[in-house]
């Protein structure tokens, strides 16, 4: 009989909650799977051994839920997140119609001139919150009007998002408090009418896909939620850590900014780092073995991104933010059938506000960040920084060559 890995620590816990990258270590070193006693699941959390598990979804399913909490997964939610097989494939399709790398190459131009006015006006100014005010910016105001929601939807799409991500974590205070405000956004998209969305907007699309006969009506009321809580917090939590590391790593802005051409890498690398989305689950539709440590039929497994993004056997150092190393095959964004489908646009979103970081600001300073408490979620919920101008080039469009 194999012997099963125990981790007996407390994933929930304020203090893992502030700092999970020491368990996470621990679950690494224990083995490919690991038994969580106190949450009654198994946690997979190297990198090898997650992205097998994100490609093994005929084995571990999404369709019974990807909360760690069982009175979540026995909703009926008729979405892309927690669906399998072709009923997946048929909602991703029609979710991601309008993120097409044509759409997106078609909305770059705008991103540009929002991330350009931003950063004119905060290298103006003096101390500003990031959290608030750079890395929510273009989610806030692009994302959501593209998505076209009502005034009430756009008005509360930040708090319904982080109430989401809580409740599909360990059930404790926060799931509680958060509880309310996810069945608020249920009632909202299930009492979506065609008439209080823009006719043009990512949602409305979803309406039309229902007219065709490709979704159900269910179906493209409760897919906005795909749309609300990926699109947000995410970005804007990976956003303000990118900030953060390039305040507080000077040298690597400086390299960034006698090389741009490393900004792409420069934002997987954040990503990689910042991890906004620490786990989900999967429930195990067969038995599953992971690199030779059996788990069987009808367990529940959590497969913990942001430990699988710090591997050591992966990343050499992988705590130190290194703009050079470019590790396009991190996890930050999921991987597999079930990787985030919105993740072209975030990593558009964070090139853009790098860039014109780059073309038009000497120095980030940053202070003292203060955490998001999340159950799921990972982040900053404030930040306070100031841009200065750079005094030796003039302040540049993106791609506009320097002077």
């Not at 224990?30 to 198994?42: D, E, F, I, K």
């Not at 690199?291 to 529940?300: A, H, T, Y």
């Not at 990593?347 to 980030?364: H, Q």
Request: proline share 6%; with cysteine; aromatic share 8%.
């Amino acid at each position: 009989m194999a012997i099963r890995p125990v981790f007996a620590g407390d994933l929930g816990s304020r203090a893992h909650l502030r700092d999970p990258y020491p368990a996470y270590r621990q679950i690494r070193d224990l083995g490919s799977a690991v038994w969580l006693p106190r949450r009654r699941m198994w946690a997979i959390g190297r990198f090898d051994d997650v992205r097998a598990a994100l490609r093994a979804d005929s084995f571990l399913v999404s369709g019974r839920g990807v909360a760690a909490n069982s009175v979540i997964n026995r909703m009926t939610n008729p979405i892309t997140l927690t669906s399998d097989g072709d009923v997946h494939v048929r909602r991703r399709e029609a979710l991601m119609r309008p993120m097409t790398p044509g759409r997106l190459k078609e909305l770059r131009p705008r991103l540009e001139r929002e991330a350009n006015a931003l950063v004119a006006e905060l290298a103006s100014g003096g101390e500003f919150d990031a959290m608030a005010r750079f890395a929510s910016h273009l989610p806030v105001t692009v994302v959501a009007e593209l998505v076209g929601l009502s005034a009430a939807g756009r008005a509360n799409m930040l708090r319904w998002a982080a109430a989401t991500f809580n409740i599909l974590g360990g059930i404790n205070a926060r799931w509680f408090a958060s509880l309310p405000r996810m069945l608020g956004l249920r009632r909202y998209v299930f009492g979506l009418r065609r008439e209080t969305l823009a006719p043009d907007g990512w949602a409305a699309r979803l309406f039309q896909a229902a007219d065709a006969g490709v979704l159900s009506r269910d179906e493209a009321q409760a897919m906005v939620i795909d749309y609300v809580a990926p699109a947000l917090d995410t970005t804007i939590l990976a956003t303000g850590q990118m900030l953060w590391r390039l305040g507080t790593t000077p040298d690597a802005f400086a390299a960034l900014r006698g090389e741009p051409e490393l900004i792409p890498g420069a934002v997987n690398e954040s990503v990689r780092l910042a991890s906004p989305i620490r786990s989900f689950t999967r429930y195990a539709a067969q038995d599953y073995v992971a690199d030779g440590v059996p788990i069987p039929k009808g367990s529940r497994v959590l497969v913990l991104f942001a430990s699988a993004n710090r591997d050591e056997r992966r990343y050499t150092d992988p705590d130190r933010f290194d703009v050079r190393r470019n590790p396009r095959d991190h996890v930050g964004w999921g991987h597999g059938p079930h990787g985030c489908a919105g993740m072209h646009l975030a990593r558009m979103e964070m090139e853009v506000l790098l860039e014109s970081l780059v073309a038009n600001v000497e120095r980030i300073d940053v202070g003292e960040p203060e955490l998001a408490w999340n159950n799921v979620l990972q982040g900053f919920s404030v930040l306070p920084a100031r841009l200065h101008k750079a005094v030796d080039r003039r302040p540049t469009a993106i791609g506009e060559k320097q002077v």
